[in-house]
């Protein structure tokens, strides 16, 4: 079983550093250290799709950014590893994609 790997965003917050976001590889999830919020994905085409199929952050912790921060770290590994997204969830593809085009 692979180790998760920890990647940090930045972004929000009053120090200039947004929340430590870590990579659950074995789950196939980007979550908060807390494992309180997560973007859940499955890959596809062998491996060279990211299909991101659900993000949740907790009643307690709405309103931080943290489902973006999630997206961000998200977006970012499959950018790394030369792999596709698709959207599946809703707030990927109706909120983050919309608010960040590029």
């Given at each position: 079983m692979a180790a998760a790997t920890t990647t940090t965003t930045t972004g929000g917050g009053t120090s200039g550093e947004g929340p430590k976001i870590v990579w659950n590889q074995p789950q196939q999830r980007f979550e908060t250290e807390d494992k309180k919020a997560?973007?859940?994905?499955?890959?596809?085409?062998?491996?060279?799709?990211?299909?991101?199929?659900?993000?949740?952050?907790?009643?307690?912790?709405?309103?931080?950014?943290?489902?973006?921060?999630?997206?961000?770290?998200?977006?970012?590994?499959?950018?790394?590893?030369?792999?596709?997204?698709?959207?599946?969830c809703s707030y990927v593809s109706d909120t983050f994609l919309p608010r960040n085009p590029t």
């Open positions: 997560y973007l859940q994905y499955a890959l596809r085409g062998g491996g060279r799709v990211m299909d991101i199929v659900h993000t949740f952050v907790p009643p307690s912790k709405r309103g931080l950014g943290l489902a973006s921060h999630l997206c961000v770290s998200a977006f970012q590994h499959a950018k790394t590893n030369s792999m596709s997204v698709v959207p599946t």
